[in-house]
């Protein structure tokens, strides 16, 4: 489970599917006590609670019966302060035992509206059960006979509650997380303008970049283990092992703990380094924005990186052979991680033949739209 987008916000796991299993299990039990040999009418508070009561009636061990009334009191995040009655009951309720069954009480506006509705039908008794409860914004005296889960004041969906009518399919509930990071996988083959790119991007957006192939090679050149582990690899061309390369991305990233999000460049390589990449996130209440992809045609970039390699020092860009040998690395292993982003509609490509402003003002186009 992951953080997921709905609409314009953010959100990430929060209480699981057995949680809230158990939680309905332990109201049914006892409410079914308290019930004694009546026959309850349960009755149901639409949209939020079709999941939650569908739950409950299947594991409820007597005879019942349900109903359901509809009314409104969310425009989005807020509540409205005012609730509507949508549809009323149509049943007889003279002394019946109903029990409303409500996925969420906060402000208890809503719970409010529903004691007016009852409060002229002879029923035998009225109770209230509720999935969860929020105690802090609570501003109502009127009891709550069963509380599933009382949880703090934050906005939650999954389990039948909705965002803007969004989210309620999700077995699980989800709790709406702010994002404090821009976090960006700069992407695209060997030569492709990454580095020269990010250096401008940080600037502009004052993010943290980190390189890894700069990393290696820093470490190589103060000969430190990670830099004779890594020597062998890069010289020839080919991938330093995903674990090593994990572990010191961590690191970089673990150097700056103020950053307000980071330029990702050669990094992730494969598919394993960018699940690692999103579980590290995730665990920060981050995530990747968005992988910003310079294309450019291979015959291109073979000519770039043998200029580069005139000056730059760099075993792997003077050797034919070897940038070639990178290709392959990056056709092998890190194009298909185009299709891992873009599954999650996180893919931006960009034309990567021009000049350097250029470039970039089409790269801040993309990086502005996430
Ligand atoms: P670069 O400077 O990004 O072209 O990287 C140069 C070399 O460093 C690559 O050819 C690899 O040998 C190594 N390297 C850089 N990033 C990674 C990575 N994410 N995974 C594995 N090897 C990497």
């Given amino acids: 489970m992951s953080t997921i987008k709905l609409h314009d916000k953010y959100f990430k796991p929060y209480i699981s599917k057995e949680k809230i299993e158990q939680t309905v299990q332990r109201m049914v039990k006892e409410i079914a006590k308290d019930c004694k040999d009546e026959t309850p009418i349960f009755i149901g508070i639409l949209n939020g609670c079709f999941i939650y ?11 019942c019966e349900v109903s359901f009334v509809k009314l409104a009191s969310y425009n989005g995040l807020e509540s409205t302060g005012k609730v509507n009655e949508l549809v009323g ?8 035992t109903v029990i409303i069954l409500e996925d969420i009480i906060d402000t208890g506006n809503t719970l409010q509206k529903i004691y007016d509705i009852f409060k002229n039908q002879k029923v035998k008794s009225l109770k209230i059960a509720t999935l969860f409860f929020k105690p802090d914004v609570f501003t109502k005296a009127l009891p709550i006979d069963y509380i599933g889960l009382s949880i703090p004041d934050e906005f939650i969906i999954g389990y039948g509650l909705d965002y803007n009518d969004l989210g309620r399919n ?6 709406i997380t702010t994002h404090k990071m821009t976090n960006i996988v700069l992407f695209g ?12 991007l940080k600037e ?16 190589i050149k103060n000969e430190t283990e990670l830099g004779k582990l890594a020597k062998s690899y890069m010289d020839k061309g080919d991938l330093v092992p995903d674990e090593v390369t994990i572990k010191m991305l961590e690191d970089e990233v673990e150097k700056n703990p103020n950053a307000k999000g980071f330029i990702f460049d050669g990094f992730p390589r494969t598919i394993d380094q960018a699940k690692a990449l999103d579980a590290f996130l995730n665990e920060k209440g981050e995530i990747i924005n968005g992988m910003v992809a310079l294309e450019v045609p291979e015959d291109l970039l073979v000519e770039r990186l043998l200029e580069r390699g005139k000056t730059s020092g760099r075993p792997d860009d003077q050797d034919e052979d070897k940038i070639r040998n990178r290709f392959n690395e990056y056709n092998t292993k890190t194009a298909v991680l185009k299709d891992y982003y873009d599954n999650q509609n996180k893919y931006f490509g960009a034309n990567g033949v021009g000049s350097i402003d250029d470039i970039t003002e089409r790269l801040s186009t993309i990086i502005d739209s996430l």
């Fill in 53 to 63: 009561v569908a739950d409950f009636i299947r594991l409820y061990p007597k005879n």
């Fill in 89 to 96: 009951v149509n049943v007889d309720l003279t002394d019946r």
């Fill in 170 to 175: 999700l077995d699980s509930i989800y709790k």
């Fill in 189 to 200: 083959p060997p030569g492709a303008g990454k580095g020269t790119q990010a250096t401008k």
């Fill in 204 to 219: 502009k957006y004052n993010l943290v970049h980190i390189s890894t192939g700069d990393v290696f090679r820093f470490n």
